[in-house]
């Protein structure tokens, strides 16, 4: 699990301004979620945004896990109300005031799940921001392939990792298979 503390190493400045870039980007992406189903759209463009000091690169446009965020869009919509006050203004933004550093984390994990990407601020001893692809097999016995992630191209963070009881004759076990690692 994340330490939220990670925060906690940015400057005021900074870490206002990362706050702000956190709710910003939930604000849009619930304003965007009630417009798509207003307008009852297949699909909507992917959107491109302005980003605070980051360490690394969101790979733009941002593209939208719709599924993910159906699913996460009432524990963002309650994050994003706990950080308003700070946004606003309201109450100050200090390094110290771990609530604050425990919301502001929490809006990024959904944010991450939601775009697919790490979002890791300058400074911070996190991995790097970008494309992240994670996966995760659990099985008691493999007698074919299994791959914790396989994928042709991968850019970005890849992580796979396969838990097997058993491997049969010919099964064969990959935690990360992929055809081309970098840009395309």
Do not use: C, W
């Not at 759209?41 to 992917?46: G, I, K, N, S």
């Not at 959904?110 to 979002?119: F, N």
């Not at 400074?123 to 494309?131: C, K």
């Amino acid at each position: 699990m994340p330490d939220p503390l990670t925060l906690s190493v940015l400057g005021g400045a900074a870490l206002t301004e990362g706050i702000k870039f956190l709710y910003g980007q939930a604000t849009e992406l619930l304003k965007r979620r009630r417009e798509r189903k207003d307008a009852a759209t297949a699909e909507q463009p992917a959107q491109t945004v302005e980003t605070p000091e980051l360490d690394g690169q969101l790979a733009q446009p941002l593209r939208v896990d719709q599924a993910a965020l159906e699913r996460l869009e009432p524990d963002l919509r309650a994050l994003r109300r706990d950080l308003q006050d700070y946004v606003d203004g309201l109450e100050p933004v200090e390094s110290s005031d771990d609530r604050l550093l425990q919301t502001a984390d929490a809006v990024r994990r959904v944010l991450e799940a939601v775009y697919g990407q790490r979002i890791t601020f300058r400074g911070e001893q996190r991995p790097a921001s970008g494309p992240l692809a994670e996966g995760r097999v659990d099985v008691g016995t493999v007698a074919g392939y299994v791959a914790g992630v396989r994928a042709k191209t991968a850019t970005g963070t890849v992580r796979g990792m396969v838990n097997v009881d058993e491997v049969s004759a010919g099964g064969e076990v990959v935690g990360v298979d992929i055809d081309h690692l970098g840009e395309k």
